[in-house]
C-alpha cells in the first residue's frame, strides 16, 4: 500500500489555511461585538438626593466644633446675672446614672 506523501501536504496546508481563516473571522466578529457594545453602553452614575443631602450634613458636622457657642454664652451671662438655677435633683440623678454606666462598663 503506497501513501501519497505530497497529497497528505497538500491537504494538512488547507486544513491550517481554513483553521486559521475561521480564527480570523472569528477575532473580527468579536471585535466588532465589542466596539458596538461600547458605542452603545455609556456608564453613568446617579446620587440620589438623600445622599446628596447625607453628603452635605456630613461635611457641615466636619467643619463644626460641636460646641453650640450660643447656648454656651447664654449660661454664661445666666450665671454672670445670678439667674442660673440648677436642678439638683436632675443633677444627682445623672452622676449616679453616670456612676453606674461606668462601674458596669468594667
Known amino acids: 500500500m503506497a501513501i501519497n506523501i505530497n497529497n497528505l501536504q497538500n491537504s ?3 486544513k491550517a489555511d481554513k483553521t486559521d481563516q475561521a480564527v480570523q473571522r472569528q477575532q473580527s466578529v468579536v471585535q ?15 446620587i440620589t438626593p438623600q445622599a446628596q443631602q447625607f453628603t452635605k450634613l456630613q461635611e457641615k458636622a466636619a467643619n463644626s466644633s460641636g460646641i453650640d ?3 454656651v454664652d ?5 450665671i454672670a446675672d445670678g439667674k442660673y438655677k440648677i436642678n439638683v435633683e436632675m443633677l444627682a ?5 453616670f ?4 462601674f458596669e462598663r468594667k
Open 12 to 14: 494538512t496546508q488547507v
Open 32 to 46: 466588532q461585538n465589542a466596539t458596538s457594545q461600547a458605542s452603545q453602553k455609556q456608564d453613568s452614575v446617579s
Open 93 to 97: 440623678k445623672r452622676i449616679m446614672q
Open 74 to 78: 447664654k449660661i454664661k451671662q445666666a
Open 69 to 71: 457657642q450660643e447656648k
Open 99 to 102: 456612676e453606674g454606666d461606668l
